[in-house]
């Protein structure tokens, strides 16, 4: 079992940066692919950015593709996502998302039924 924890959230203006962390618990940390989610109000969750447990591979959601890096340190039980050229549309809750994926280094996941553990969010708000 992982347990997440987000920070980095806050308010930024049109064209500002933010970087998100995530802490996880546990000795494992090399055995989960992670994943950045969001949501703004009134819409679904959706993925932002996914990378796998050794860090190899890593996809984006189209609309921040150039503007975000994912990124993560086994060694200290952390991923990040680098926020750059941040937009209003980019509004929402990040969610952070960890999936045991014991047999494959290079799987990245995209759908939040994916994942077994969830961090409880942190507010990023992009003014114009």
């Known amino acids: 079992q992982v347990q997440l924890v987000e920070s980095g959230g806050g308010l930024v203006q049109d064209g500002g940066s933010l970087r998100l962390t995530c802490a996880a618990s546990?000795?494992?940390?090399?055995?989960?692919?992670m994943g950045w989610f969001r949501q703004a109000l009134g819409k679904e969750r959706e993925v932002v950015s996914a990378?796998?447990?050794?860090?190899?591979?890593?996809v984006y959601h189209d609309s921040v593709k150039g503007r975000f890096t994912i990124s993560r340190d086994n060694a200290e039980n952390t991923v990040y996502l680098l926020m750059n050229s941040l937009k209003p549309e980019d509004t929402a809750v990040y969610y952070c998302?960890?999936?045991?994926?014991?047999?494959?280094?290079?799987?990245?996941?995209?759908?939040?039924?994916?994942?077994?553990?969830w961090g409880q969010g942190t507010q990023v708000t992009v003014s114009s």
């Open positions: 998302a960890a999936k045991e994926d014991p047999y494959f280094s290079y799987t990245v996941y995209r759908g939040p039924r994916d994942y077994n553990y």
């Open positions: 546990g000795r494992t940390f090399s055995s989960y692919a």
């Open positions: 990378i796998s447990r050794s860090g190899g591979s890593t």
